[in-house]
């Protein structure tokens, strides 16, 4: 009994022991928690504000079906940004434009893009006849929407008024341009010009654009490499040029053909 009795008293001690370090421990870290560094403090704050994020509609490949499968103006409407500013050339373009022929076929997720604060999901639309449209959707918590200009690869004028020549510039194009080579005609100097070899599926065959080797344009259009890639211009005819389709790019409006909102 007296040695029961030891044993007992023994692992009683212990027990308190483990039960004082446990408790000190415990309140280490929570005074550590509590004077942690402003780095700490700041990363629990950031993870506190994502956690507070809510998404709000549908999220982008959604966005996506809705906008392909409406079967009206006013329900396309829904699924658009800036729908006041966008909405007379959409209804024009599913009324009486290439919207009211074309049948789409499907759709598949290309890649995320981004550029400033705006990080939108790009899909490659297939159209019946073997044509194609870029379909992008905002990634936005607040609302996700389908970019109308850039599916319509709108342009503040025609292609075929530039190639021909009766319109010498235009403030809003939409190109694929990929690094080329070519200096001939008005543009024959390459220590001066950097050429891009450009398409659109709105003019057959492709065009030569231009773009000052010291400009802002440049150094922007540098970032795309040897890759294609869609980008908004604005561009000009210099002397006869147009003739030649070869254009100088005065300016870059977006690496894409999604514009940050007016």
Known sequence: MVGVSRELAIGGLLLVLLLLVAGGLWWLGRNRGKTGSGEEASAGGRASEEALIVWQGPHPAEVAENFTKAASHAERLKWVRQPEKVGAEMEAFFRDGPGATEKIMGKF????????????????????????????????????????????????????????????????????????????????????????????????????????????????????????????????????????????????????WVEAAE
């Not at 561009?235 to 040029?241: C, F, K, L, T």
Request: negative net charge; hydrophobic residues 40%; glycine residues 6%.
């Open 109 to 256: 997720l290309l890649a995320t893009s981004g550029q400033d604060d705006l990080l939108y999901e790009n899909y490659h639309v297939s159209i019946e006849s073997g044509e194609s449209r870029l379909l992008c959707v905002s990634v936005d918590p607040q609302g996700a929407k389908v970019d109308f200009e850039a599916y319509a690869r709108s342009g503040s004028e025609k292609w075929s008024e530039l190639a021909a020549g009766t319109v010498p510039s235009a403030e809003e194009m939409r190109v694929i341009v990929q690094s080329g080579g070519f200096y001939m005609h008005r543009f024959p100097d390459q220590t001066k010009w950097v050429h891009f070899k450009a398409t659109t599926p709105d003019l057959p065959g492709s065009m030569d654009l231009y773009v000052l080797r010291d400009s802002e344009a440049a150094r922007q259009l540098a970032q795309v490499g040897e890759t294609m890639a869609h980008v908004t211009v604005s561009i000009r005819a210099v002397e006869d040029s147009a003739k030649y389709r070869q254009f100088e790019i005065t300016a870059i409006r977006a690496i894409g």
